[in-house]
């Protein structure tokens, strides 16, 4: 039965680029998937692109290509990537550009555009598309006026149609992650649209790969000891054959780790719901899935259930909602702690004297309750250092930056041995997110595609 080997080059914008590498040059894969997006990069993305709207997609996609494209080439493999961010026309056209340098030629870059909706909402609203939130039902008529983005949640089905074009790489924007691996497996076994359970199975080993390492023995809440050289460790290849079974595995001769209870952590994460996990491809059921331990960093993956697609995209929107200002300091033992208490009541009082118009205020003792915020327990014993946090959330970038002026009087006029002192950090523009659902044909009907040759 044919195998298609499948390599996750990445996990994240700014994840290591050298198990991607290691993958191409030795993995024996066919294609290698970026999945680079989250909703926090997309909104880092917009901020690029506010600066400079030439940019606006990931800045390591210049070394990627440099790196993988003579790979490409030489070998015959596929690169799919949603690098393309908020700008998926000027990320082709940087591929094209790092093409052009190394002096390849005969390479077809494909882009897929339309998930970029933001200029369709007020239409959609008139066609009486809520747009309401998705969680908690709020009307977007409380931040329309601050949009500054929205990106639909696109499948498989245009980057399919960009390798029946035969593209050798190809650029998206906002795809679902698992979309991007499953797009090679409906191209190369004909799978139909109905063809709910081998979706299925396509779309959980996507799920699977998308987090790069994470599958791999990193971020491992098991025996994570036992994992061995993560100093090297090798991002997933998976092979896939038509009937939907699949192995887990990794390139051989990397460090990290394949086995059931790595890929049955990653199975779990961000599953809401595991019978009813909704894509745009299909409603993938995990909950008769096995994992089966199938040899050394190898791992057989069966039973994803699939049905009906939805009728609904997701959307993700971000709109302006005011400005960060934090500050931050730190204390040594004895009493680490309660001197970093003091600073944060007389730094909150001295905010309330001055009228500093502030929306939120944190603070976080980071080496006490930074991570665990109220669920930490107060310390058995004296911590050796605490440092204290303060953030603002305000109106201004004005109003933010007034922050950071109550905290070098701490030094000489609040509680001993202040140390560490970073103090102000630059203000930063925040960004709200907005999800809603929306009719699928809305979307779809300008989804394009779009492939040159260099």
């Avoid at 993988?68 to 080439?73: D, E």
């Avoid at 259930?305 to 993700?316: A, E, T, W």
């Avoid at 709200?432 to 040759?453: A, C, D, F, N, Y």
């Amino acid at each position: 039965m044919k195998t298609i080997r499948i390599g996750a080059g990445q996990g994240f914008y700014g994840d290591a680029l050298e198990p991607a590498i290691e993958t191409a040059k030795h993995g024996n894969v066919q294609y290698l998937v970026f999945d680079c997006l989250a909703e926090l990069t997309l909104a880092i993305l917009q901020k690029d692109r506010q600066r400079d709207p030439a940019k606006g997609y990931t800045a390591d996609i210049t070394r990627t290509m440099r790196e993988l494209l003579p790979i490409v080439k030489a070998k015959g493999m596929k690169i799919l990537t949603n690098a393309g961010g908020m700008n998926p026309l000027g990320a082709q056209q940087e591929v094209l550009r790092v093409a052009r340098q190394l002096g390849i030629e005969g390479l077809k870059v494909a882009v897929v555009t339309g998930d970029d909706v933001r200029s369709q909402l007020e239409a959609w609203k008139q066609q009486g598309v809520t747009l309401q939130h998705m969680e908690d039902g709020r009307d977007v008529e409380t931040v329309m006026d601050r949009m500054v983005f929205a990106n639909a949640y696109l499948g498989s089905a245009p980057v399919v149609e960009a390798l029946r074009q035969g593209a050798d790489v190809i650029v998206t924007g906002r795809t679902t992650d698992s979309a991007l691996f499953l797009a090679p497996l409906v191209y190369e076994f004909g799978w139909g649209q109905e063809d709910w359970d081998e979706l299925a199975q396509g779309i959980l080993m996507g799920h699977l790969m998308e987090c790069s390492g994470q599958v791999t023995g990193g971020n491992f809440s098991g025996d994570w000891q036992s994992v061995e050289e993560l100093d090297r460790i090798g991002f997933p290849v998976a092979e896939m054959r038509a009937d939907g079974e699949f192995f887990l595995t990794k390139t051989e001769g990397t460090g990290g780790l394949v086995s059931v209870n790595t890929v049955k952590e990653q199975l779990l994460y961000e599953i809401h719901d595991p019978s009813a996990y909704r894509t745009p491809d299909v409603v993938l059921d995990v909950t008769a899935v096995r994992l089966e331990d199938a040899g050394e960093n190898r791992v057989r993956v069966t039973g994803a259930r699939g049905m009906k697609r939805p009728d609904q995209l997701k959307v993700v929107m971000g709109y302006a909602d005011g400005w960060l200002g934090q500050a931050i300091c730190g204390y040594a033992w004895p009493d680490a702690l309660a001197k970093a208490q003091t600073a944060d009541r007389i730094i909150r009082k001295q905010i309330a004297r001055a009228g500093l118009q502030v929306q939120d205020i944190q603070t976080d003792f980071l080496g006490y309750n930074s991570l665990h915020g109220p669920l930490a327990e107060p310390p058995g014993e004296e911590l050796n250092e605490v440092f204290l946090r303060i953030a603002v959330r305000t109106e201004s970038q004005q109003e933010a930056a007034k922050l950071g002026r109550l905290f070098p009087p701490l030094m000489l006029s609040g509680p001993p041995a202040l140390g560490g002192f970073l103090g102000m950090l630059k203000p930063r523009e925040l960004l709200g997110m907005w999800s809603t659902l929306v009719p699928r044909e809305i979307v779809e009907s300008g989804v394009q595609v779009s492939v040159l040759e260099v």
